[in-house]
């Protein structure tokens, strides 16, 4: 383990404190306690998971954190319009617009892009659009992983420190009339592809519930969480609404899938969202009991 | 707090996300009338007719999103809902759509209430709110003075003067307020025998001829910025009646495996496109309770952006129940968007209720009354109970069963 992780592990384990997730002051950002110094070279599949609340706020971490990290970053932003990413990844201290000027980001704003397959002119030979399995028979999302594909390829004279794929949500494919078979197969090849391949990271948002009657919903969120790396699952509090604690939010580190064999560890945190970052805390210690 | 104006470049969610020729127009976006930037982030809020509504919603309901009715069971409110929402639109000037498959929308058009403009109108409803809520209004409390300072739910009509007006039930809007607004309607028998040019695989025909007319009349209209030099800006506000009923050719409401499950998601995410570019907002009513497939209105609801729930007592034991004698029904609220920021205005209590008066229509924290018999009565905590379950919805409501705790 790394001194970064060493502090915060022993952190909790002492005593109760808040730790800052995003200190925008300092311009840096802070891990997300337990993860420890999340490698962005190394080929890991994340899946953000959230349950009875949105966990939209861990994508916003994902994506200011690998861009501040240096990273090449592919977004398929299926839910939100760009300005909305963008306003608080301001928040966070990080511009989209900047990032996406010199080259950094590639964002595919899924709403645009499914208005201009509907209602746009003929697709142009070279350019295929990402979202063409909506208008077309065939459900297979492969316009969409040569999109991923084409964005992330190295290009001769940058020096991007990793490449990133974040995609926000994968239901939503699902709801698009994509089978979940091909959701699936597009989440394999985007691993082969960003993880083996180019060795990069892949972090994906996707909603569930235990009590979902969604099958179609639960059979990809199951098949995903099996094959991922890591799991972060951001849920309601089991007891309701409450002001001061919005969620808890469970890291499980899959070293099963290591070589090791070993056991999955399991940490869990509480959070409270404000206006410029999040703060996590241990169960039942939040600053309002406190 | 000031809307995060970094160069004035991105003027908060009310600024469509196209690229604007023109020096980025906040102010001129700020002057639309019947608008007002939410407090939080510099976004444009729309009153959705009701000023009580506006409340829960956190100010009211952002430009360029959804607001999604799941229908009580026999559709008086959610009707109701839908006229407020469009009668504002009218006092405030703003450009209407109506789609509708079972009703003309001049039909529609012709049954929304009368606003209460005038002066002593006001002056009634201040005193009629007056009498009712008149403890609250005592200068400091005596006996329960812990309660002095718990936020009131309700908005007096005196306070709110241009964002969000009262409409009188009983009497419909006269024919004079509709000259100037532009009415668009959209009657789905009509509008079927044109086939869709939209190219979509596998939706259904309505659907598609409704999107196909929205997204004309944005770009025709200039609502999404397409003609900048055409007019003042203005905002449209489209209303759907009913959506996903046979009626539409949707059999999401008939059978638990319907032919094309995919049909109405679809349709939603289209429309989700639209209204993010442009300066419009949407109702939508939506017969939940007669939707078999639970994973449909699951799906429903991650692609709106406001989702709320009526449930009314009409016809149910609640209505003879004493318990609830003072309400008309139940509110849920099931999502509420963060829109350009992490979090997100969400009301203190889950558990609202309405009440429909003549000249009001309100919603407020449930109140259950003191349980003052001799004997406790088990079967009004049973219903407590259960009712307690249903309520509390939104962060998850998996440790409360059936038994009621005694303390």
Known sequence: MSAFTEGLVTATVTKPRELIWNDSRSGQARQIPGIGALPYSNGKFTLLRDTRTDGSFLVHHFLSFYLRAGCKVCFVALLQSFSHYNIVAQKLGVSLTAAKERGQL???????SCLDVLFGEEEQAGRPRPLRFISESASDLRALFEFVRTSLAPAAGDAWQGRALLVDDLGV???????????????HYCRVAVCSQLQGNIVVLVHSSEDSEDEENELVVTSLCHHSDLILWAEGLATGFCKDVHGQLKIIRRASLQLGGEQDVLQIYQYKIQDKNVTFFARGLSAAVL | MAAPGTGGAVRGRGAPSFQRKAPAGGSRLAAIAGTRPAVRHGQLLLSSGLPSLDCVLGGGLAVGTLLLIEEDKYGVYSNLLFKYFLAEGVVCGHDLFVASAKELPTNILKELPAPLLDDNCRNELGEEATAVTSEDFQ???????????????????????RFGHYYDVSKTMSSELFQSIKCHSFFLPEELSLPPTIKMCNMNCGYARLLQSIQKLIYQEGFDGSHPQKKQKNILRMGIQSLGTMLWGDDICNTDKPEDAHSLTKFLYVLRGLLRKSLSACIITVPAHLIQNKAIMERVTNLSDVVVGLESFIGSERETNPLYKDYHGLIHVHQ????????CDVPDTKDLAFRLKRKLFTIERLHLPPDLSDTVSRSSKQDLAESAKLLSSGCGAMAIGKKHLDF
């Open chain 2, 139 to 161: 200068d400091s409390m005596k006996i329960a003075w812990r309660y002095q300072n718990l936020p009131k739910m309700e908005v007096s009509p005196t306070t709110s003067a």
């Open chain 1, 173 to 187: 494919l699902l709801s698009l009339g994509a089978a979940p078979v091909a959701v699936l197969d597009f989440v």
């Open chain 2, 336 to 343: 509420i968007p963060r829109l350009n920021s992490l979090s």
């Open chain 1, 106 to 112: 590639v964002f595919l704003e899924g709403l645009g």
